[in-house]
Each structure stands twice: as structure tokens, then as C-alpha cells.
């Protein structure tokens, strides 16, 4: 089992829609990450939080520690923010790196 | 500001040809640096991380390894690359204290035929 599990893999919605893409993760963690990745490869950063919830214009991420769950929001679905959204998680216990998931696709049709 | 550069951004190598990737970090001193890789299919994966001149500590046995020469310069090697070594590499770096925020670089896409 990954350590750091996301939901859904794929997902395709309409323009408009509200979005949420899931993530949990199984080992102890000091901070999760949200990331974007575009098709031709390069990564944002969204997100890096530790507790409670964070906004950013349409983007919500939100964050339980004690269900090691959580979930990033994006309302009023746009088709540019159609890409590959990552959760990665900092283990805390040194400069050793993150631990990613494996992607959820998202496609916004107009 | 700090800024990540990677090159080449696109590379097409031969299986047993060797490999050098370079990554470089601006406008911050002594920052943790790593190298990770995305395979086809595949999440991110941690290859190496370095927490100073000299200093690589790796993550998965491979057919790589990785040099820090400069305090703000992260090299990726192979002597002999693999199919398997096909896929997307990303440099990253964080503060030296403050690992869990990092910033990545652009990337380079690598194909091994």
C-alpha cells in the first residue's frame, strides 16, 4: 500500500463544476503539499500546510490530521485548470524529501 | 527572488550512453537539494537529496548517482543509462531549516531508446 494514497485518479467534469480531489496518507507527517502539474511537465506549488484550511482564489485545500486526510476544492471549474494535481507529504524528521501520490488527472471541458 | 534552472529540458539518449543533468539554484545560500523522478504511470519518486557540498544521501538503489560540487549546484550521472531510466526528472530545493517548503525546477524529460 502507497503511503500516500489520492482520489480520484481521473476527473472529468464540466465548466462550472465544483471539484475535490482526495488524499490520505499513512505515516506520520510535518506538512502536506498540493501541486500542480501541467502536460508539458513543470510543477507549482498550490499549497503547504499542516493544519486547517488554506484559500487561494477558487483553490480550497483542507487538511485533518488526526483522519490523515485531505482535500483540495476548486470551485467554479475552469478549462485552464485542467492538469495533474499531486499530494505530497514531508515526513518532518530532516531535509529527506517528500513522498508524492500518484496524480489525479483532471479534465474541465467547456 | 530564488530561482531553480534545470537543463537540458528535453534529452534523447541511447541505452549504455552516459547521462549528465544538471540543476542549479539562485538567490539563496546553503539550500537541501534533491533530484526526483516521475516515470511513466508513475508518481514522483525521491532519487537523492543533499544537505550540503559533498554531502548525497540516496533513496533507491539505482543506476544513478548524483554529485554536489558547489553549494548551489545538484548533478545527476550515469554511466550507463538504462530503458528504465526513461522518465521526468525534477530538481528541487528547500531552505536549510526549513525543509518542508521546496521549489521545483522545470524539468527535464528524458527518453532512452
Known amino acids: 500500500k502507497n503511503e500516500v494514497e489520492q482520489s480520484p485518479q481521473n476527473l472529468t467534469a464540466q465548466e462550472g463544476e465544483f471539484i475535490t480531489i482526495n488524499c490520505s496518507y499513512s505515516v506520520g507527517i510535518s506538512a502536506l503539499h498540493w501541486l500542480q502539474q501541467h502536460p508539458g511537465g513543470g510543477i507549482v506549488s498550490l499549497f503547504m500546510l499542516s493544519s486547517g484550511k488554506k484559500k487561494h482564489g477558487r483553490l480550497i485545500a483542507t487538511i485533518n490530521i488526526q483522519e490523515k486526510h485531505s482535500s483540495l476544492h476548486i470551485t467554479a471549474s475552469h478549462p485552464r485548470d485542467s492538469a495533474v494535481y499531486i499530494c505530497?507529504?514531508?515526513?518532518?524528521?530532516?531535509?529527506?524529501?517528500?513522498?508524492f501520490g500518484k496524480g489525479t488527472h483532471l479534465i474541465i471541458q467547456p | 527572488s530564488q530561482t531553480i534552472h534545470q537543463w537540458p529540458a528535453t534529452l534523447v539518449q541511447p541505452v549504455g550512453s552516459p547521462l549528465s543533468l544538471e540543476c542549479t539554484v539562485e538567490g539563496t545560500s546553503n539550500p537541501n537539494l534533491y533530484w526526483y523522478r516521475q516515470a511513466a504511470g508513475r508518481g514522483l519518486q525521491l532519487l537523492f537529496y543533499s544537505v550540503g557540498i559533498g554531502q548525497i544521501s540516496s533513496e533507491v538503489p539505482q543506476n544513478l548517482s548524483a554529485s554536489r560540487p558547489q553549494d548551489r549546484q545538484f548533478i545527476l550521472s550515469s554511466k550507463k543509462l538504462l530503458l528504465s531510466d526513461s522518465g521526468f526528472y525534477l530538481c528541487?530545493?528547500?531552505?536549510?531549516?526549513?525543509?518542508?517548503?521546496?521549489?521545483f525546477g522545470p524539468g527535464t524529460r528524458l527518453t532512452v531508446l
Open positions: 528541487a530545493w528547500s531552505p536549510l531549516t526549513y525543509y518542508n517548503e521546496q521549489f
Open positions: 505530497a507529504v514531508g515526513r518532518g524528521g530532516g531535509a529527506d524529501g517528500l513522498t
